[in-house]
């Protein structure tokens, strides 16, 4: 079935037999699940690469399970699968391949687009990235001034930061601790202000990571750093060579700033913003961690790939955790997905997760251009979860909304965290159990009556539990986990934009915005009319020029 000839979803006899399912399933709890079966604990895991992934706590039975499988295979969501990894044009609205697994292929592989194999170049520009981070981590690349580079602000935004400065953060403990690196995204002045103002600019290497090379936050920041570099340095443009390098696929705006194209590492229009971490964007990472490293991670990310690419539906984990979220935001009408990881090294790892998934399937069109009548993409959300538990847990336990989650955690800590602080390891993993067990088998008033609790009290401490949650463990958090959990997330935004039949690859949802703040931005500096401005609009911006005292 092709996107256009493609029944609708809603209307296939595979759509239609999960909600008849889920009628007769109806409010099953999972206690009873686990009653019914009591091998389910260790028979609904998976593993992939080193991840174990247990499913146990879902609202769901062999049965659901098969009648996903169905719908995936009614949707072709492996045939969608081999296209993209054959490079074909998948992401129709731009004509585009989406080939981000070619940026971790082996050198020896062989993917084609347009005729040619795309894998060469792939690790022409890792080996470039690769003895560029040596140079700066070893001091051989210097300073304008001959000084050796001790800070690398990474200036990005969207995918050109949210990948790098996530993994950064994830990494940071194999990481060269004599390194400063700051990520710097928001057009907001105080952004750059912040991440340079206690640098010495003689030190600093400022990578400017934009695959359009065109957008205004990016170019805006760059262009402050350049006037900021050039005042400190008092020079003039010929010291933006030792300072300045471009991650791009626009060697012409990359030019047209002033970086010599000598200093740019490329990357290609068959890699999504989104999905472009592991390409030339992620240099301040591989500085930061070191190219042997950064491979490391790019091994972990080939193994989901193969995974992915090869096991069958049964076993394949980013099917099933595709089609866990279809379950739950089309069966059981979730709005959100949460992402709670028990390491403080994931702390920005949700927020990448949400431009990953939402940007990619946050669409009402779908591929056959036609409006769909089923929920796509849902609001992608958490923190750490011990500090989520004394902030939103609450909602999650007791409120009145479905919040299926995703536990994230590791069996070992860091290993340079030194004996003192990884003593607290096991309690901060016994939250992590006890928040999936409390989720899943709540506690009955029964149960809150046989501790002595006064009957009044009784509803307000019962926990009706049936919280789905997916936990994710691994031995330990290193970039090879790492690439295994990025690509995990990434195949299983793909399977749910397959099924739902959206192009995943597009985002022409950010473009409008783009467009109506340049209109605007002349109204706010210059007071110019602005011709259809709606009536709210225009009354804001007069009362914002009124603030700033202008007339
Ligand atoms: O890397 P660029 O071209 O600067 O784009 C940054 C981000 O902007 C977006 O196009 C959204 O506005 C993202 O998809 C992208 O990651």
Redo the contacts with the bound molecule.
């Keep these: 079935m092709n996107a256009e000839s493609r029944t609708r979803l809603n209307q296939t006899p595979e759509w239609t037999a999960l909600a008849e399912h889920r009628d007769q399933l109806g409010d099953v709890e999972l206690r009873e699940l686990f009653a019914a079966d009591p091998g389910r604990g260790t028979g609904y895991t998976l593993e992939v690469g080193d991840l174990h992934v247990d499913y146990s706590k879902h609202l769901v039975t062999d049965e659901t399970l098969r009648l996903l499988r169905e719908l995936a295979a009614a949707t072709d969501v492996f045939g969608l699968r081999d296209a993209m990894l054959r490079g074909e044009k998948i992401n129709t609205t731009e004509d585009r391949a989406v080939l981000h697994t070619a940026l971790r292929a082996p050198r020896d592989a062989v993917i084609e687009v347009d005729g040619e194999n795309v894998v060469p170049a792939v690790h022409a520009v890792l080996d470039r990235m690769a003895g560029f981070a040596e140079r700066i981590r070893s001091g051989e690349w210097t300073g304008h001034t001959g000084r050796r580079i001790k800070n690398i602000v990474n200036v990005?935004?969207?995918?050109?930061d949210l990948g790098p400065a996530m993994a950064y953060e994830v990494l940071r403990s194999y990481t060269d601790r004599d390194l400063v690196v700051r990520f710097v995204s928001n057009v907001d002045g105080a952004d750059l202000h912040e991440a340079v103002r206690d640098l010495d600019a003689a030190e600093t290497l400022f990578v400017i990571?934009?695959?359009?090379?065109?957008?205004i936050e990016?170019i805006t920041n760059a262009t402050s750093a350049r006037d900021w570099l050039l005042t400190e340095l008092k020079a003039g443009p010929e010291a933006v060579a030792k300072h300045f390098v471009a991650l791009s696929t626009n060697a012409g705006k990359v030019s047209d700033f002033g970086i010599d194209t000598a200093n740019m590492f490329e990357f290609w229009d068959w890699v999504?913003?989104?999905y472009?971490y592991d390409s030339a964007i992620g240099l301040s990472l591989m500085i930061a961690i070191g190219p042997d490293r950064f491979r490391e991670m790019l091994d972990g990310f080939r193994i989901v790939d193969e995974h992915f690419r090869t096991a069958p539906a049964e076993s394949n984990v980013p099917l099933l955790l595709g089609l866990l979220g279809i379950w739950y935001g089309n069966f059981h009408d979730a709005q959100s997905h949460a992402v709670l990881p028990y390491s403080h090294y994931l702390s920005k790892f949700t927020a990448y997760l949400q431009?990953l998934d939402m940007?990619s399937n946050g669409k009402y069109v779908g591929r056959d251009g036609q409006e769909v009548e089923w929920q796509t993409g849902p609001v992608v959300w958490g923190t750490p979860g011990t500090n989520g538990q004394h902030a939103y847990y609450q909602l999650i336990h007791q409120g009145t909304k479905l919040i299926p989650a995703d536990f994230i955690g590791f069996a070992e800590p860091v290993a340079d965290l030194g004996e003192r602080f990884r003593a607290q390891h096991d309690l901060l993993m016994a939250n992590f159990f006890a928040q999936t067990q409390a989720l899943a088998f709540g506690k009955t008033p029964d149960e809150v009556r046989a501790e002595g609790v006064a009957e009044d009290l009784v509803p307000h401490k019962t926990f009706k539990g049936n919280h789905p949650t997916t936990t994710i463990l691994a031995k330990e958090l290193t970039p090879s986990v790492l690439g295994q959990l990025i690509a995990l997330y990434e195949h299983k935004v793909f399977v749910q934009g397959a099924v739902w039949n959206i192009d995943s690859f597009d985002?022409w949802g950010?473009e409008l915005g783009?467009v109506l703040a340049k209109r605007v931005e002349p109204a706010l500096t210059e007071g110019a009319e602005v011709p259809g401005l709606d009536a709210s609009t225009q009354a804001l911006v007069a009362k914002y020029r009124e603030l700033r005292g202008r007339k």
């Design positions: 990005g935004i969207g995918g050109s990571a934009s695959k359009t090379f065109t957008t990016t999504g913003g989104r472009s431009q940007e985002q950010v783009k």
